[in-house]
């Protein structure tokens, strides 16, 4: 403990330094925990032996029992004389030395990529491609993605298909992988109890995003007979919408997908017949009660998927953001500049050291790709000096219009969104205050249960 307490009170100048000193610490907690556990163990005496130990040494002849065991320890000591026993205290000594004289290897503790520098960046661009490569999503540019890929409440329902849970278990797997290297301190596992519990809760409520409860549900797990005396065409039963086809399909046992225009057809070909009469091909085959009950672990798989990433999105909050910016950065370079940065790339002392550095700024001007202010021209034509409030996104300051109208489909903004329970739609486009998100969307649902097919129907009988 003495060891680990020494490293934790040790100042770390760079980030390799927390990087590399978390690891140190981690390993010393494993094997403080691995040894508790064996001493466990041996209390617990699952095994029986510590209790025939016991028993041998308080017998009769314990002396001579005493006497047979020395002997066998001078004879493995003869029989290996250089065996030594190494104390836990002296492994944690070994760790300090090696920090105190580091090698290369010492120096890289952890393996990351070229584009992560070491554990400052983000590496997406194998889930990028994945992403891309998605049936009916959107191709974005992979700046863009960076800002957008946990908003996953925006992609539409009848999109995250196996390709799409495909999706999430790579981005998620990275995520988990990522954090274990940047933060080992962190226990993942109780971080996956907290994720399980909260999203049960949400998930039962029907609050979880993206994921809404389908109000028809129950009809459309059951089936619902529909009385077509009172429609006299196909067009007018097209009115009641997609859900209430359905349920009156599955009902009389019919084929319930296609188009609104098709479900409408199909059921208005049965009016006046009797089931036996309707041609045999209408009728679905092989139906399965279990059906409904798959699809609906099956979401529940991928929403659960969808609760973790977010949940590392909001821990890795701070190495989205510097990627972002690097990125951003890299693609404002020319090809030419990109090279000569390659080439006099220099090294993390320096780097730190030109962070340090403390940049004559009296107009507080926001700093350029090179980490110098911008022009003073510049900062007033992008209307630089004109701050924006979002109360959404925790008070946060936007500085101006460019900024601030983007920032509504960034990830700030879409976790506030999501905190107050309310999908980041559209419908909520500048939008800041908590309150006027809360009352629009209480206004929007009461609209969309007001005009629901089966209230219409109720309010026209």
């Not at 993390?348 to 340090?356: A, F, G, H, R």
């Amino acid at each position: 403990m003495d060891a680990k307490t020494k490293e934790m009170l040790t100042k770390k100048t760079t980030l390799r330094d927390q990087i590399n000193s978390d690891h140190r610490v981690r390993a010393m907690l494993d094997r403080y925990m691995e040894v508790s556990a064996n001493l466990r163990d041996l209390y617990e005496d699952k095994d029986g032996m510590r209790k025939d130990e016991l028993n041998a040494i308080s017998g009769p002849n314990e002396f001579a029992e005493f006497y047979n065991r020395l002997k066998v320890i001078k004879e493995f000591h003869r029989k290996h004389p250089n065996e030594i026993c190494v104390p836990m205290s002296v492994e944690f000594e070994e760790l300090m030395k090696a920090k105190d004289n580091p090698s290369e290897e010492a120096q890289n503790l952890v393996e990351f990529t070229d584009e992560e520098g070491y554990g400052r960046y983000l590496d997406l661009h194998d889930c990028y491609l994945k992403y891309i490569n998605l049936k009916g999503v959107e191709k974005l540019e992979y700046v863009t993605y960076l800002s957008t890929f946990d908003q996953l409440f925006d992609i539409s329902k009848d999109r995250k298909n196996a390709e799409y849970k495909k999706y999430l278990e790579m981005l998620l797997e990275y995520l988990q992988e990522y954090t274990d290297r940047v933060k080992p301190l962190l226990d993942q596992n109780e971080l996956y109890g907290k994720i399980l519990a909260e999203f049960e809760k949400k998930w039962e409520s029907g609050m979880f995003p993206g994921w809404p409860k389908e109000t028809s549900s129950a009809l459309t797990h059951a089936g619902a007979h529909l009385d077509l005396s009172a429609f006299s065409s196909w067009e007018e039963l097209a009115s009641l919408g997609l859900d209430r086809l359905k349920s009156a399909l599955m009902a009389l046992g019919l084929k319930c997908g296609g188009t609104l225009e098709e479900r409408a057809q199909r059921l208005f070909s049965t009016k006046g017949k009797s089931l036996e009469s309707l041609d045999p091909s209408l009728f679905a085959k092989n139906p399965k009660a279990k059906g409904p009950k798959k699809d609906s672990e099956r979401n529940k798989e991928s929403a659960f998927l969808e609760a973790q990433i977010y949940e590392y999105v909001e821990i890795l909050g701070e190495q989205r953001q510097l990627t972002h910016e690097n990125v951003q950065r890299k693609q404002a370079r020319t090809g030419e500049e990109r090279d000569e940065e390659d080439e006099e790339q220099p090294s993390e002392s320096e780097s730190e050291d030109e962070d340090n550095e403390i940049i004559y700024n009296p107009k507080n001007l926001p700093l350029g790709w090179d980490g110098k202010p911008i022009p003073y021209w510049l900062y007033k034509l992008h209307g630089l000096n004109i701050n924006y409030n979002c109360e959404i996104c925790g008070n946060y300051m936007y500085r101006g219009p460019k900024a601030f109208q983007r920032h509504f489909a960034e990830w700030r903004h879409a976790h506030g969104m999501r905190c107050l329970g309310i999908p980041n739609t559209a419908h909520f486009a500048n939008v800041t205050q908590i309150e006027d998100a809360v009352s629009r969307e209480y206004s929007n649902s009461s609209q969309i249960y007001i005009n629901h097919p089966i209230h219409a129907m109720h309010r026209v009988n």
